[in-house]
């Protein structure tokens, strides 16, 4: 079992800048990803980050490359999503997710195998 605990979401003006940060306790797995979801009001959940924790590359979607960066600390067991010149339409609660299998920076959230019970980012214009 993982556990993942999420922290750092709030509201802020559009152009302003959050940090959310995820982490992890539990057992440990030698392929692990992790990832950063959100979900906005009436929307599907969407992939907004991976990391792979030992190799360490990642992937964004397109909408946030460039001023989101996904970052992990080992010796903390954390993972971090820095966000930078926030938009109205980056409105959602953020999810932290955990695949212990993994084979590739999934988008999936099915391959997920943990979840994060969320965080609320609200971005004002």
């Known amino acids: 079992q993982v556990q993942l605990v999420e922290s750092g979401g709030g509201w802020v003006q559009a152009e302003g800048s959050l940090r959310l940060s995820c982490a992890a306790s539990?057992?440990?797995?030698?392929?692990?990803?992790m990832a950063w979801f959100r979900q906005a009001a009436g929307k599907e959940r969407e992939i907004v980050a991976v990391?792979?924790?030992?190799?360490?590359?990642?992937y964004y979607t397109d909408s946030v490359k460039g001023r989101f960066t996904i970052s992990r600390d080992n010796a903390r067991n954390t993972v971090y999503l820095q966000m930078n010149s926030l938009k109205p339409e980056d409105t959602a609660i953020y999810y932290c997710a955990a695949d212990v299998n993994c084979v590739g920076l999934s988008s999936r959230p099915r391959v997920y195998d943990y979840w994060g019970q969320g965080t609320q980012v609200t971005v004002s214009s």
């Open positions: 990391v792979n924790w030992s190799a360490g590359s990642t």
């Open positions: 539990g057992r440990t797995y030698s392929r692990y990803c």
